[in-house]
C-alpha cells in the first residue's frame, strides 16, 4: 500500500533540519563563528584550482609559449643571416666599384643603397646541385632575383661574398648561371704584370679553372703564388677583378704547359649573390 504523506517520524526530522539550519544562520550572521570554516572552504577551493591549473593548463600553455617563441627565434635569426649575407654581397661590390663600374656615371658619387638599387639585383640560390657540382662537367646554378628587372640579364656577372662566380646564360622563371668551373666556359684573365694574357677555361673541378700556353711562344715564367685577374677581354666581365691563384703548373709536353689556377670565389658560400649586367 503506498504512503500518500510522510510518517509523523519523518515530519519531525524534516521540522528539526529546518530550525537547526536556521539556527545555524542566526549565529553566523550575528556572531561570525563561522567566519573561520568559510575562509578554510575559499582557500581550498582556490588551492585545488591553482593545483589542477598547475598541472594541466599551466603545462599546455608553456608548451604553446615555448614554441611560438622558438619560432620567432628561428625567423629571426634566418633574417639575420640572410641580412648579413646581403651586406657581405654589397660590401664585395662597394670595394671592387672601380672596376666594376669604371665607365658608369652613377659613381660619381659614393656608391650607397639607392645606388647600387639601379645597376646591381640581389638574388637568392633556388636549384643547385652539390653532388653534381662536384664531380661532373657541367656546372650551373638557377637563381631567382629579390627584385623586379625590367631589362635582360643575359651575360650579367654574378658574384657573391667571395667573388665572381659566373655569368647569366638563360633567362625563364629562374637565371641560368654558368660556373667558372663549367667546362664550356671560357675566360679572358692575366697575371698582375699585364705581360701574361690567356683563355681559362672550366676545369670540371669545384674551384680550378685552367689554362694551356706554349713555352715557345710566350716566354713569361709563372710561378706559384701568382694571382690572375680579369683581363676585361670577352665584353662579360670587368677589368682587374681578382679571379685566383695560381696553385700548380704542369708540363703536359714541350709545346704545351697547363697552368691550374685555384678560384678565389665559391659558389657554396652564401646563398644569395649579386648581379650586374656589365
Do not use: W
Amino acid at each position: 500500500m503506498t504512503r500518500i504523506s510522510p510518517p509523523p517520524g519523518q515530519k519531525i526530522i524534516y521540522l528539526f533540519l529546518i530550525f537547526l539550519g536556521g539556527f545555524i544562520l542566526y549565529v553566523d550572521i550575528n556572531t561570525n563563528n563561522f567566519q573561520i570554516i568559510k575562509n578554510g572552504f575559499n582557500s581550498f577551493q582556490i588551492s585545488t584550482h591553482f593545483f589542477i591549473k598547475s598541472f594541466s593548463i599551466d603545462p599546455i600553455m608553456d608548451f604553446k609559449n615555448h614554441f611560438q617563441f622558438k619560432n620567432k627565434l628561428i625567423k629571426e635569426n634566418k633574417e639575420l643571416h640572410t641580412a648579413l649575407e646581403k651586406s657581405y654581397v654589397e660590401k664585395y661590390l662597394i670595394s671592387q666599384d672601380s672596376k666594376f663600374f669604371k665607365d658608369k656615371k652613377f659613381l660619381e658619387e659614393e656608391l650607397d643603397q639607392n645606388n647600387l638599387n639601379k645597376p646591381f639585383y640581389m638574388a637568392q640560390l633556388k636549384n643547385l646541385d652539390p653532388n653534381i657540382f662536384n664531380c661532373c662537367d657541367k656546372h650551373r646554378i638557377h637563381i631567382q632575383l629579390l627584385t623586379k628587372s625590367n631589362e635582360s640579364l643575359i651575360e650579367g656577372v654574378v658574384f657573391n661574398s667571395s667573388g665572381v662566380i659566373g655569368h647569366i646564360i638563360h633567362e625563364m622563371n629562374y637565371k641560368e648561371v654558368m660556373l667558372l668551373t663549367d667546362v664550356s666556359h671560357s675566360l679572358p684573365i692575366k697575371n698582375v704584370s699585364e705581360d701574361f694574357y690567356c683563355n681559362a677555361r672550366g676545369s670540371g673541378m669545384s674551384d680550378y679553372i685552367i689554362c694551356n700556353y706554349n713555352p715557345l711562344i710566350s716566354i713569361k715564367e709563372m710561378e706559384i703564388g701568382q694571382n690572375f685577374l680579369t683581363s676585361g677581354f670577352g665584353g662579360i666581365y670587368p677589368k682587374d677583378i681578382k679571379i685566383g691563384i695560381l696553385e700548380d703548373i704542369k708540363v703536359i709536353d714541350s709545346n704545351n704547359i697547363e697552368l691550374n689556377i685555384k678560384l678565389s670565389s665559391n659558389p657554396l658560400d652564401s646563398i644569395l649573390f649579386g648581379v650586374i649586367n656589365f
